[in-house]
């Protein structure tokens, strides 16, 4: 008697085969985490390593976080500029690893913080950089992973066409109030802004999401009244205290709390379209008030 592999168990074998070689992949957190997953689809799923609820701002290594850097073929992050401590980590732990700093190689556009010293790392809230770092993300894992990147190449496509879908859907709906000026809580905007035509004026706390300080408070409650700034807006997960301050007295309404790094939403790959539509949604409902 001839053994004979059937055409179904061929075909777990090779899949099988194909998924042993996918790569180990970390992200850093939500927003890539959300556009890593898309380009992986069904063949595996990213370690990231700022769960829910952290601040980017304020990453601290845990032991199993170190060891998901040490196992890491490839690191889709955003760069040293939005998590300084994983810098570091990179270096020392993650030498098996390929490191891609999406902010600096992703191939998207990089702006400098208005009026403060530094990059603006908050890359992810243009739509035209999340589609690069779609493409971006796809050839390395590709590069990894030869006998599957037609699947990561088809998977970039279908985000990509999402992402313009997405993108198009936020200008028409934020048409109507973009030049209505507001304050945000921390200084994460500016790409959002740029690439939506928005009157963003300043924000509470500025780029490195340090306390502002007493003189900071006063320059931004004079701002909102010199500017009639129409809205002020929170932040989700962090301390409103500083809103109320810079409000009082002015005619500024104090709007939703936005989460513009994903601090509050769940993972998974639908998160980037939420917390895009989540920020859009912020603004609309108050600049729209007046
Ligand atoms: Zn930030």
């Known amino acids: 008697m001839r053994y004979t592999i059937s055409p179904i168990l061929s075909t777990l074998l090779l899949a099988s085969a194909a998924l042993a070689d996918v790569p180990k992949v970390v992200t850093d957190f939500g927003p890539i985490d959300s556009l890593t997953r898309q380009v992986m689809g069904d063949l595996g799923k990213p370690f990231m390593l700022l769960p829910k609820g952290g601040d980017p701002h304020d990453f601290q290594m845990k032991p199993s976080q170190a060891q998901a850097l040490s196992d890491a073929d490839l690191i889709f992050w955003d760069g040293p500029e939005l998590m300084p401590a994983l810098n570091d980590a990179i270096t020392t732990l993650g030498t098996n690893a390929k490191s891609v700093p999406l902010l600096q190689t992703g191939g998207g556009k990089v702006r400098l913080y208005d009026g403060e010293e530094g990059t603006d790392p908050h890359a992810w809230l243009d739509p035209t950089n999340a589609d690069a770092w779609i493409g971006t993300i796809a050839a390395e894992l590709s ?19 999402a992402l313009r879908a997405l993108d198009a859907e ?14 945000v809580f ?18 509470i706390e500025l780029g490195d999401a340090s306390e502002p300080g007493a003189e900071q408070l006063t320059s931004v409650k004079a701002l909102l009244t010199d500017i009639k700034a129409v809205c002020v807006f929170p932040e989700l997960g962090r301390d409103p205290k500083y809103i109320e301050t810079v409000a009082e007295g002015s005619t500024a309404l104090i709007g939703e709390g936005q989460d513009i790094e994903a601090i509050m939403l769940d993972p998974g790959p639908d998160q ?18 007046s």
């Open 170 to 183: 936020i200008t028409a709906g934020l048409a109507p109030v973009k030049d209505k000026p507001f304050v």
């Open 272 to 289: 980037y379209a939420t917390l895009m539509r989540g920020v859009a949604k912020t603004l609309t409902d108050c600049l729209s008030k």
């Open 186 to 203: 921390h200084d994460a905007l500016g790409y959002f802004a740029d690439h939506y035509g928005l009157a963003a004026v300043g924000a």
């Open 143 to 161: 590069a990894k992973d030869p006998a599957n990147a037609a699947t990561y190449a088809a998977n970039a496509d279908t985000a990509q066409t």
